[in-house]
């Protein structure tokens, strides 16, 4: 059974929040582009179908930086620190 704590649903609250608001004008910046190039009917569906992958596209990536971010964030605030990779050991030769 999954743990809920009352900070994690804060801090996931915030974060749907914080998403929409990078989300929807990102979105229809690029919307508005994308129309004002269409030629006309011919384009419509390719159109749709772009728009379409456009939104796709920037939830995943909303998704993923936001992921990390909040990850980072959640390391820090408890003092943790990023795992480095250690330097391999230097071979000596015989």
């Known amino acids: 059974m999954m743990n809920l704590s009352l900070v994690g649903l804060i801090g996931a609250v915030i974060g749907t929040i914080i998403a929409a608001v990078v989300y929807v004008p990102l979105v229809t910046f690029v919307e508005r582009g994308l129309r004002s190039r269409a030629d006309g009917a011919a384009e419509g569906e390719t159109l749709e179908q772009e728009i379409s992958l456009l939104r796709r596209a920037v939830l995943v990536a909303d998704i993923i930086v936001f992921a990390g971010i909040r990850l980072l964030a959640w390391r820090?605030?408890?003092?943790?620190?990023?795992?480095?990779?250690?330097?391999?050991?230097?071979?000596?030769?015989?």
């Open 76 to 94: 820090y605030a408890r003092g943790l620190t990023v795992p480095r990779r250690k330097p391999a050991p230097k071979r000596i030769a015989l």
